[in-house]
């Protein structure tokens, strides 16, 4: 395990003094379905100071958290650690982003033991890789749904994050509509929004198309004009309303996970605040 990943035993115990704070703001929040962090959001601080960078992130408010990719380099009691800090903030890990290497058959493994650890119940396909036909999207989804098989009777299941690629034809098809259709219903379909957006594709019809499959949302926005990804949560062209209603009116969502991915690097933690008040504008 890289050192910047470990979780010092002096470390997490300084970090869990602040935990009664923390705990008495998560739960604050005025809809049902919880708002989380993709921590990804703050990567440069979380590799700098895990135990830390949740806790602060805890303390604005965020009711779960998703790890990503590097999270496959813990140890078992790197997990342990890092569950206890969750439970001591009162916030969850329900799912994580992991790369290629968490689908093949030793590491699948390996992700199900900490994932089981952390309480996450979702290991989710962060990204195919290049995949070049509709002879190879075909070919992800069988990868998803022989994982989903594997994954069930442990009580957990599989899914997979879009990007820009899958809203885009091969060969006709969607590689979304094709992921959609080659795996079984308890696959989730983490739906990156700002992609769609970008794409032109239609984020209501999509989560329309696949009732109860869009359990969790990455809340990211996009804006035309050279804006990009840079705006923030609720500052772009996505149209959150009609999206948030699609979504718990029959999308199936369980929990919504902010993500900003731009701006400069110490300003992660300000950015990701920010996201959150305009949810709570939003929501009311």
Not at 141 to 162: D, F, V
Not at 165 to 173: A, D, I, N, R
Not at 174 to 190: I, N, S
Request: proline letters at 6%; aromatic letters at 8%.
């Amino acid at each position: 395990m890289s050192e910047h990943n470990e979780i010092s035993r002096r470390k997490f115990l300084q970090t869990a003094a602040v935990a009664p704070f923390a705990a008495s703001a998560v739960w604050a929040m005025q809809k049902s379905v919880p708002v989380g962090l993709e921590l990804y959001s703050v990567r440069t601080e979380l590799m700098k100071d895990l135990p830390g960078t949740v806790t602060a992130v805890a303390k604005l408010g965020y009711q779960v958290v998703e790890f990503y990719s590097p999270y496959f380099d813990w140890t078992p009691q790197a997990a342990k650690d890092v569950r206890t800090l969750l439970d001591d903030l009162g916030i969850q890990c329900r799912s994580t982003h992991n790369g290629p290497p968490s689908f093949t058959p030793d590491g699948l493994k390996k992700a199900t033991e900490l994932n089981q650890i952390i309480g996450s119940k979702t290991i989710v396909l962060a990204s195919a890789g290049k995949v070049v036909d509709l002879a190879g999207w075909e070919k992800v989804a069988a990868q998803l749904a022989s994982a989903a098989e594997q994954l069930r009777p442990l009580g957990m299941s599989t899914g997979y994050h879009n990007h820009q690629t899958e809203w885009k034809p091969v060969e006709g098809k969607r590689p979304m509509d094709v992921l959609a259709a080659g795996t079984p219903k308890d696959v989730v379909l983490q739906f990156d929004v700002g992609t769609c957006v970008e794409e032109r594709a239609d984020p209501i019809a999509w989560i329309k198309a696949n009732p109860g499959r869009i359990k969790s949302l990455h809340c990211k926005d996009w804006a035309a004009g050279g804006k990009g990804y840079a705006v923030l949560f609720g500052e772009g062209d996505a149209p959150w309303k009609q999206i948030i209603e699609a979504a718990e009116s029959g999308g199936g969502v369980e929990y919504y996970l902010i993500e900003q991915e731009a701006g400069p690097a110490e300003e992660q933690l300000k950015r990701v605040e920010a996201c959150l008040a305009n949810w709570k504008k939003l929501r009311g």
